[in-house]
T-cell receptor
Framework: DAKTTQPPSMDCAEGRAANLPCNHS???????VYWYRQIHSQGPQYIIH???NNETNEMASLIITEDRKSSTLILPHATLRDTAVYYC??????????????FGQGTELSVKP | DAGVTQSPTHLIKTRGQQVTLRCSPI?????VSWYQQVLGQGPQFIFQ???????GRGNFPDRFSARQFPNYSSELNVNALLLGDSALYLC?????????????FGAGSRLTVL
């Protein structure tokens, strides 16, 4: 079972910031939080990941609470091309299972004009 | 640079048949993972191979098997196909087989079982 909880859907106006929440209350101290997104009929695309500190890259920002029990993915200026299913994943950190991601249902983000 | 390539992109089989799906990882990536995505669900982990050895297996029956070749490409085989095997099969590659590494996914092979 997925170790994360996300709202099933969200809407966002084009040009505005999209804030996607994720709860991971059972996260372990050495587990990372990863975000991927999947545009219809394509493979998932990596967005960003973090352990404790907030992270930012060219695609998004990741805000992790101090207790690490929840996080928020921020798309600063959403465009129509950001319409996708967004998955928050807590990464199994066991060395032998580095390729295993446990996907939940994700959040379907609809960016509207 | 070429990304993760999968073939075939689409295929149709009938119940009881066997299928082989192929994956070429990004150059330099030595780890390959396979996922099954049924319509309306998130991807589910099937296998991971790293340096040609199986490093992880999900909760799938023995009808599912895989292997990794010396050039790090991989094949996923499914025997005795069932209607429920209809899904998008995704391959992902990464630089190493463990740790905080990033998976890069291919576009998938869509299998329809009639």
């Amino acid at each position: 079972d997925a170790k994360t909880t996300q709202p099933p859907s969200m809407d966002c106006a084009e040009g505005r910031a999209a804030n996607l929440p994720c709860n991971h209350s059972t996260i372990s101290g050495n587990e990372y939080v990863y975000w991927y997104r999947q545009i219809h009929s394509q493979g998932p695309q990596y967005i960003i990941h973090g352990l404790k500190n907030n992270e930012t890259n060219e695609m998004a920002s990741l805000i992790i609470t101090e207790d690490r029990k929840s996080s928020t993915l921020i798309l600063p200026h959403a465009t129509l091309r950001d319409t996708a299913v967004y998955y928050c994943i807590v990464r199994v950190s066991v060395e032998s299972q580095g390729g295993k991601l446990i996907f939940g249902q994700g959040t379907e983000l609809s960016v509207k004009p | 640079d070429a990304g993760v390539t999968q073939s075939p992109t689409h295929l149709i089989k009938t119940r009881g048949q066997q299928v082989t799906l192929r994956c070429s990882p990004i150059s330099g990536h030595k780890s390959v993972s396979w996922y099954q995505q049924v319509l309306g669900q998130g991807p589910q982990f099937i296998f991971q191979y790293y340096e040609k050895e199986e490093r992880g297996r999900g909760n799938f029956p023995d009808r599912f098997s895989a292997r990794q070749f010396p050039n790090y490409s991989s094949e996923l085989n499914v025997n005795a196909l069932l209607l429920g095997d209809s899904a998008l099969y995704l391959c992902a590659s990464s630089l190493v087989g463990h740790g905080a590494n990033v998976l890069t996914f291919g576009a998938g092979s869509r299998l329809t079982v009639l």
